[in-house]
């Protein structure tokens, strides 16, 4: 008897634990459930994710992509490569070298009395500086004394600065008093204000040009002539002489006013305080530029109907095909986008950004992505205050200008265009020591954006860095004589041929394994890069003929490319021209 009673005993607390075990389990079932359905769904999640085939510039930086066999994980560090991402390896055997040559002659000695040049120049601060720059060259080919140029104020830009409000106007006259005498203003004639003779000349006029077409009116009818709309009036090869002219301007004479140029330096100087380094992106990110570049940003209908809005102010801009536009690298990349090349090219987390750009399209949700990215994100807003800026503020060249110091003295500099900006940066770069300017490769790129979620962040990372030889602002990558001048100053640009041999000797010494070690602690390894890319990728500049109401038609306009842009339209719409000249 005792024994069935033990049995039915155990049998009983058997089925007790059970029961205790499976409301155990029916509850935690129940909380999983309730959680599963708080949880985001896996596309909110996803890290960059793609919609439909385009980049949303709104996606939030989360948790990797995981696509099959593959994981796309954006790591936080720019990895261990071989190369310094800081410094142009070769920067070292070239050097700015604009000295005027003997057979220069000094200003006296060709200037003619009777003959006065006056320009107006047009456009934002950078377009009015390739103005200032080509109109001394041009006073110059005229034996003419130039005027101090004026400023566009009536134009998109609304800026009513004048030359000396900008530029040390003092110095401009005297540093290039050896080249070409200047004066303030016209003298008087007869007791009378001297009203010149006005008039335009084609783009890219010839040195031939203004002696065929200027000179015979300066010296027939009126000995003062003001040339109008004063922007890439200069053919873009001169004369060697007549290009280092070009440089001790840009380069030397051109100085900001003294109030602009102190604050541009506490803004260097408050960014090198957060940071030894720190990059200097220019975004043009704004509505305006993306309306006119016709693209499609994954905004859907919203996107389409404001940026559509904005296309229809200018009449010569016809309808595009947005995806056509991207794959041919008409687009500046999404903040998103210029990110993760920053990332690939190896500069992690850690890396202070120094943002120039006006109003951001979609503002802080487009800008999201970048800054989980890099979080020290910083501009002229966040790194000075509203009084210290109300000088400048009202004033968008000067503005601009601050801007121009911030990213001239940047580490590396990091454009999403190929504006006036954007180019006299590079150029100016290249001559102060090729210090790296970055490119997209906005064609290559983009379809590499497209696929990324099939492949590994390694081999992401491995094709941007393929895709970028050619754009990241080495010596020789662009050959000489290629592209629009200011860019691109080959004729102020040497090469120290015997140290650059003597570190090549180096070089050699170690590849045979000839070098001892103390040898080996000099040497310095020498490759240069301007045939490391396809040269179907390398940016062409179309010609342009005399006619000043030639329009370039839409598809030859390249965002990224080294030359021609968008911001060289020659339009009758003046505001689409000005407003995209930086």
């Not at 079932?29 to 994710?49: D, T």
């Not at 541009?264 to 043009?284: D, E, N, P, Q």
């Not at 993760?340 to 850690?350: P, T, V």
Request: with cysteine; net charge positive; charged share 30%.
């Amino acid at each position: 008897m005792a024994l069935p009673r033990r049995r039915n005993l155990s049998y009983n607390r058997f089925r007790s634990l059970v029961k205790f075990i499976s409301s155990i389990s029916g509850v935690l079932l129940i909380l999983f459930a309730f959680l599963s359905f708080l949880a985001p769904s896996p596309n909110e999640s996803q890290h960059f994710h793609l919609r439909h085939h385009h980049n949303s510039f709104n996606a939030v930086v989360e948790d990797p992509v995981t696509s099959g066999d593959s994981v796309f994980h954006v790591p936080s560090s720019g990895g261990k490569l071989d190369r310094d991402i800081w410094s142009s390896r070769n920067a070292k055997f070239f050097y700015g070298c604009s000295n005027v040559s003997a057979k220069f002659a000094k200003a006296e000695a060709v200037s003619r009395p009777t003959r006065y040049l006056a320009i107006a120049t047009s456009g934002g601060l950078n377009q009015q500086r390739t103005g200032i720059t080509d109109a001394v060259v041009a006073a110059r080919i005229l034996n003419a004394t130039l005027v101090v140029p004026k400023l566009d104020q009536k134009s998109f830009w609304k800026d009513a600065s004048n030359f000396s409000e900008i530029f040390d106007v003092d110095w401009f006259i005297s540093s290039l008093s050896k080249d070409v005498k200047i004066i303030k203003q016209l003298p008087k004639r007869g007791g009378k204000s001297w009203t010149p003779y006005t008039m335009r000349v084609p783009r890219k006029c010839s040195e031939r040009c203004y002696q065929n077409r200027v000179l015979p009116v300066i010296l027939k009818r009126h000995h003062a002539v003001q040339l109008n709309k004063f922007d890439y009036r200069l053919a873009n090869k001169l004369d060697t002489d007549l290009q280092k002219l070009r440089c001790r301007v840009n380069y030397h004479a051109l100085k900001f006013a003294d109030p602009i140029l102190e604050m541009g330096k506490t803004l260097v100087h408050r960014m090198r305080m957060r940071s030894k380094r720190y990059i200097a992106l220019h975004l043009r990110f704004e509505p305006d530029m993306l309306a006119f570049s016709g693209c499609d940003y994954g905004g859907g209908e919203k996107e389409r109907n404001e940026l559509g809005a904005i296309r229809k102010r200018w009449k010569t801009l016809h309808k595009n095909n947005p995806d056509k536009q991207r794959r041919q690298g008409k687009c500046p990349l999404t903040p998103e986008e210029v990110g993760l090349m920053l990332r690939a090219l190896g500069y992690g987390s850690d890396v202070h950004i120094y943002v120039a750009s006006g109003e951001v399209y979609g503002g802080e949700e487009t800008l999201r992505p970048l800054k989980s990215l890099f979080p020290n994100f910083y501009s002229k807003d966040t790194i000075a205050t509203k009084e210290e800026l109300a000088p400048f503020s009202s004033f968008s060249s000067r503005m601009a200008a601050l801007d121009f110091i911030v990213c001239d003295e940047s580490d590396v500099f990091v454009t999403n265009s190929n504006g006036n900006m954007a180019r006299i940066l590079a150029g100016r770069r290249k001559y102060f020591g090729h210090k790296p300017t970055i490119r997209p490769n906005a064609k290559k790129l983009y379809r590499l954006f497209l696929s990324r979620s099939n492949m590994t962040w390694e081999a992401f990372a491995s094709r941007v860095r393929t895709f970028q030889r050619g754009f990241m602002g080495e010596p020789k990558e662009v050959r000489p004589g290629r592209g629009e001048f200011h860019e691109n100053p080959s004729a102020c640009i040497c090469e120290d041929s015997e140290a650059r041999e003597k570190a090549t000797t180096y070089s050699r010494g170690k590849k045979n394994g000839k070098l001892d070690d103390s040898s080996r602690k000099k040497e310095v390894i020498v490759s240069d890069d301007q045939n490391d890319y396809d040269d179907n990728d390398e940016p062409r500049w179309p010609d342009l003929d005399d006619d000043e109401n030639q329009v370039w038609p839409q598809e030859k306009l390249h965002y990224n490319g080294t030359g021609s842009d968008y911001d060289a339209v020659i339009s009758d719409e003046p505001e689409l021209e000005e407003m995209l000249s930086d």
